[in-house]
């Protein structure tokens, strides 16, 4: 058999250096006349590896982390070692990929196929179990379908985590002539990137979840509203659904059930709220991305003012897993009222960032400690910041924390989208704090006067305590504007970004100045 | 980018019947003339059935759209937290002090147009820059001037801005 080396090409690889990897490789397999060929695959989200190169053959399947052009000579000379049955003597050599340690230690449901093979190949995703969930479903009721879900105890994996269930079920029963499946893929947070990762590694899975909700409540158009910042997954995504479309999984009487199910991405245009999935619905209608107030919810009057569906990336792929394996097997994982798994988004100053899949009820240490092991830089870990833009700093002493959605509401944090950003001891928090209503300042939709002023205020405030005028007076006012954002805005926007403003006074005081002064 | 002010009209055709078409139709027109100039409010509104206010207020809310020519190259850096974490402050100030301008200015050359951006989802392998549709992960000042340096002009080699 010949040798297949994998090359991902997913943004992170090709961010890089992927492209000019694989080429170089090709060449120089061809010019030696090695028995392999180069292959492209998604990634395992493995990023501090990549690029990862896999090498399979009947036997194993190898690979090689963060392997530059440079290094093609000597990784060829292993392989070719390894094809005539040699040990491996390399640097860059990880042995068996299964049993790399990052991965061997997860627990892949959503993300089992990532990685393993070309993003876009339907026989490759149907070898793996692709479609099966589709199939089952179509010889299921709209509402055994909701069942389905409803009994996995799956929530929005977005950040709100409302059960999945529930708001498919009030779509099923509102009645309608058509209704929408909306994918909110506009994953805006800093440090989260697992949408990307299976929207590049494993697209048709979004494609099977999608078509599976459309089957569920009756909807036969569906929009995967993707973020402009997103080039790779955008020509991915496109890609997929033409095939799957050619292929009779999408557009008119998918595979014989006498059932539609038309799918589009459309594109974002740079704006944050637009991940708010009222603002999102005016986007995708060709308005300003303005948040709606709620009632009336999207699952009643949705997208141009029919019942949608809205959920996030991996909710609707978590769906394509659960009706493949069973609802029972996917509650089985997780604690309390958090099932299944959570995509880990572990980011930026750490030692092994990447994607890591497992159940609820692991600590917040134990994702640090031992799948980060530590800083990039070198330096002690000062803080980490859970849940995006708007999720709380965390000291040390808050790690003990499982990963379940009501143990972090009770230390005021949110584990949000999953993404962990780590920082070292050289970050200044004050400088983060106001960082974070700047940030509001940028991205608020304007429509109402807490988040649109408040933040504004803000980051005045902030920087007359940092400058320590009136410091006691404006560190009052600072809680006082945190309390009116937080109870008086129209969405999560102004409402969270106290969050990390909050956390950042409470654990960090000492960089707003305030013990420096006390010590005078 | 070689599209004329007059392609417009077709453009405004093509989607004009698209459920929430125009901003599907914005980024047509942003990807054939690198900009959306205000001299097509007009004919947007009246194809789509909006005021130009409308269609101005749609226009100006996203970061995406701009009204003005831009450079050949759009170079974003991320400004989001983890690449923070990992010195983005740093190749910031280099980046506007070594091209010599500011966020949302352009080089005199018209070369490059530097902007700001929100996460590029790059934020295992920080901090992380994007030119035109290529993102370039763990970025310091010399790979930054690096890149820059390799940027040339299209009727040098018939690249232009893709995005």
Known sequence: MTAQVFIPRDTTALSLGADGLALKMAQDIESRSIDAEVQRNGSRGMFWLEPLVEVKTESSRIAFGSVNASDVESVLDAIDDHLAGKSIDHSLYLGEVKEIDYLAKQQRLTFKRAGVGDPICLSQYQSLSGFKGLAKAISMTGQEIVDEIKNSGLRGRGGAAFPAGIKWQTVLDTPGEQKYIVCNADEGDSGTFADRLLMESDPYQLIEGMTIAGLAVGANQGYIYLRSEYPVAHKILNDAIKRATEAGFLGTNICDSGKDFFLEVRLGAGAYICGEETSLLESLEGKRGMVRAKPPLPAIEGLFGKPTVVNNVLTLGAAATIMEQGSDSYRDFGMGRSRGTLAVQLAGNVKRGGLIELAFGITLRQVIEDFGCGTHSGRPVRAVQMGGPLGAFLPESQWDTPLDYESFAEIKAMIGHGGIVVFDDTADMAAQARFAMEFCVVESCGKCTPCRIGATRGVEVIDRIVGDQDRDNNLILLHELCDTMELGSLCAMGGMTPFPVRSALTYFEEDFGVNSRRDH | ?163
């Open chain 2, 1 to 163: 980018m070689d599209g004329k002010i007059g392609d417009v009209d077709q453009l405004i055709e093509q989607y004009k019947g698209l459920p929430g078409g125009l901003l599907p139709l914005l980024h047509a027109i942003k990807y054939a003339l690198g900009y959306i100039p205000e001299s097509t409010v007009g004919s947007i509104a009246k194809g789509f059935n909006l005021s130009r206010a409308e269609v101005h207020g749609v226009i100006s809310f996203y970061h995406d759209f701009n009204t003005q020519p831009v450079g050949h190259h759009r170079v974003q850096i991320c400004r989001a937290e983890a690449c923070q974490s990992m010195g983005s402050r740093e190749i910031e100030s280099h980046a506007k002090h070594s091209l010599g301008i500011e966020y949302g200015e352009t080089t005199s050359d018209g070369m490059v147009t530097l902007e700001p951006v929100y996460c590029l989802g790059n934020c295992a392998c920080s901090p992380s820059i994007r030119i035109n549709d290529d993102i370039h992960a763990r970025v310091n000042e010399s790979r930054f001037d690096q890149l820059i340096s390799e940027l040339t002009m299209p009727d040098a080699d018939n690249t232009g801005v893709s995005s």
